[in-house]
């Protein structure tokens, strides 16, 4: 079976600039979560979405949004990129909240902003 | 504030020692304690503990959690070169919504 895949696999934008990445989740899970990691650091919730609702939201700014769509697939959206933003950005997913806590990572996104 | 805490930061050992990890949570509504790998990018999951007091095993790896200290350990014997690798705990809070608080990892290095 496929695990989560997430598109692209590295890309290099400039300060200012939109973009957006993209999440398969695993068949059959339901719940999808983003997560930033930096160099150093472990990964730091973004959001998670349930039946194309978010259902959690960490302590980011508004410049970042997400959004599933019917298939459980996923989209995280970041506006006005800043260089902070650079980051290994992780997909998760999980069969549904209320079913288990267990999540399955993609192996993410290299954002790089210049 | 939450929190998840590792220690220590970084762990070089030889083949065939055996290691103990480090993690110590602070948590609003903790629900389980997940450990994950990291090699290159994605981190895979190794185990979720639920329950104070009972291992986890899978093959030489194995884990514990003590929910009244607040802590757990990962426990690796026989280390091999291929175990080199981030280990990052993380608490589930919040619920039902289960999402991860992360610590910032132990770095294993195995030498030959």
């Known amino acids: 079976d496929a695990g989560v895949t997430q598109s692209p696999t590295h890309l290099i934008k400039t300060r200012g600039q939109h973009v957006t990445l993209r999440c398969s989740p695993i068949?059959?899970?339901?719940?999808v979560s983003w997560y930033q990691q930096v160099l150093g650091q472990g990964p730091q919730f973004i959001f998670q979405?349930?039946?194309?609702?978010?259902?959690g939201r960490g302590n980011f700014p508004d410049r970042f949004s997400a959004r599933q769509f019917p298939n459980y697939s996923s989209e995280l959206n970041v506006n006005a990129l800043l260089l902070g933003d650079s980051a290994l950005y992780l997909c998760?997913?999980?069969?549904?909240?209320?079913?288990?806590?267990?999540?399955?990572f993609g192996p993410g996104t290299r954002l790089t902003v210049t | 504030e939450d929190k998840v805490v590792q220690s220590p930061l970084s762990l070089v050992v030889h083949e065939g020692d055996t290691v103990t990890l480090n993690c110590s949570y602070e948590v609003t509504n903790f629900r389980s304690l997940l450990w994950y790998k990291q090699e290159k990018k994605a981190p895979t999951f190794l185990f979720m503990l639920t329950s104070s007091g009972i291992e986890k095993k899978s093959g030489r790896l194995s884990s514990i959690l003590d929910k009244k200290e607040l802590f757990s350990i990962l426990n690796i014997t026989a280390t091999q070169t291929g175990d080199s690798a981030i280990y990052l705990c993380a608490g589930a809070y919040g619920g039902s919504q289960g999402n991860l608080i992360f610590g910032k990892g132990t770095k294993l290095s195995v030498k030959p």
């Open positions: 979405y349930y039946e194309k609702e978010e259902r």
């Open positions: 068949s059959g899970h339901k719940s």
């Open positions: 998760a997913s999980r069969l549904a909240p209320t079913q288990s806590y267990e999540q399955y």
